[in-house]
């Protein structure tokens, strides 16, 4: 079983709709969640991080966490061709020093 | 500058090369890593450097070897690589009290 895992997709959106993104994981003893967005060709972004069960909003953007079911999503509101870029789901924890792991990404498209 | 800076940003070397990259962050962060990118797989965790402590991957071969001499800069030395290693090595770095990264823009390597 991967540590954390997403559907690669790539996941296609009209734009102005929502684009849901999904993600599970593995340990259950992880304590941060994050999502990042890699341009093709760039370096991974941070956009938004949630710590706690329930909904964090940011803009456009509202991460999702239901550590119960090890579920994290990320919905995008009015999604922009501009939003087209892969998605990576992100773990994080303490132990013996704090690292992340990563799930190999979503591609998302949005179509002008 | 500010950021995480990496260089270069793209390198081409054989088998029996010597080389080093670089990664210098000016955020006043206390955690700096390595990470390897290849197509289609999850960002792979290669070292970590933070005031607690070094953490290494076992996974990771012997022809990549860290070096940390100090808070703001973080290098990979490579030597005697193989055709798989070529990937993105991205750089990170994350501040006391936060748990996001920032990362650099990332050296493409290319073994042949």
């Known amino acids: 079983q991967k540590e954390v895992e997403q559907n690669s997709g790539p996941l296609s959106v009209p734009e102005g709709a929502i684009a849901s993104l999904n993600c599970t994981y593995s340990?259950?003893?992880?304590?941060?969640f994050f999502w990042y967005r890699q341009y093709s060709g760039k370096s991974p972004e941070l956009i938004m991080s949630?710590?706690?069960?329930g909904d964090k909003e940011d803009g456009r953007f509202t991460a999702q966490l239901n550590k119960a079911s090890q579920y994290v999503s990320l919905l995008i509101r009015d999604s922009q061709p501009s939003d087209s870029a892969t998605y990576l789901c992100?773990?994080?924890?303490?132990?013996?020093?704090?690292?992340?792991?990563f799930g190999a990404g979503t591609r998302l498209f949005v179509k002008a | 500058e500010t950021g995480v800076t990496q260089t270069p940003r793209h390198l081409v070397m054989g088998m029996t090369n010597k080389k080093s990259l670089k990664c210098e962050q000016h955020?006043?962060?206390?955690?700096m890593y390595w990470y390897k990118q290849s197509a289609k797989k999850p960002l792979e965790l290669m070292f970590v450097?933070?005031?607690?402590?070094?953490?290494e991957n076992n996974s990771v071969p012997s022809r990549f070897s860290p070096e940390c001499p100090n808070s703001s800069h973080l290098f990979l030395h490579l030597h005697t690589l193989q055709p798989e290693d070529s990937a993105l090595y991205l750089c990170?770095?994350?501040?006391?009290?936060?748990?996001?990264?920032?990362f650099g823009s990332g050296t493409r390597l290319t073994v042949v």
């Open positions: 955020l006043g962060h206390n955690a």
């Open positions: 340990d259950r003893g992880s304590q941060s």
């Open positions: 992100a773990v994080g924890r303490n132990t013996g020093g704090f690292k992340t792991i």
């Open positions: 949630i710590y706690s069960n």
């Open positions: 990170a770095s994350r501040g006391q009290g936060s748990y996001g990264y920032t």
């Open positions: 450097y933070s005031l607690e402590e070094r953490v």
